[in-house]
């Protein structure tokens, strides 16, 4: 199983980026997954996540009204569309997924496959 994420880069402040995470396993459709960051000198914290269908979303309040996680199912494809992005939303972003037990699970401890990361920088 790999999950690939891309998309990071250099914004500044109150633009936008679109993240990708693409996955190589067909079990894919059925699978929960979300997106976690990793700012430097802090733990991984979860930023958004999405249930295998794509009708629900849950996001940290942090993001929330500004990021929107979405996928695509018949390209094993997950997206974060990053808006109004603010300096703090600089860090290495991860897929991951699926995780152990419901789909709404905010514990990086909790989930079987990640991503390699993709860094955003926001400069100010």
């Known amino acids: 199983v790999q999950l690939q994420a891309f998309g990071g880069g250099l914004v500044q402040a109150g633009g936008s980026l679109r993240l990708s995470c693409a996955a190589s396993?067909?079990?894919?459709?059925?699978?929960?997954m979300d997106w976690f960051r990793q700012a430097p000198g802090k733990e991984r914290e979860f930023v958004a996540a999405?249930?295998?269908?794509?009708?629900?979303?849950y996001y940290a309040d942090s993001v929330r009204g500004r990021f929107t996680i979405s996928r695509d199912n018949a390209k094993n494809t997950m997206y974060l569309q990053m808006n109004s992005l603010r300096p703090e939303d600089t860090a290495v972003y991860y897929c991951?997924?699926?995780?152990?037990?419901?789909?709404?699970?905010?514990?990086?401890?909790?989930?079987?496959?990640w991503g390699q990361g993709t860094l955003v920088t926001v400069s100010s």
């Open positions: 999405i249930n295998w269908s794509g009708a629900s979303t």
């Open positions: 396993v067909r079990t894919f459709s059925s699978w929960a």
């Open positions: 991951a997924g699926p995780p152990y037990g419901g789909w709404l699970n905010p514990n990086p401890d909790n989930y079987q496959f």
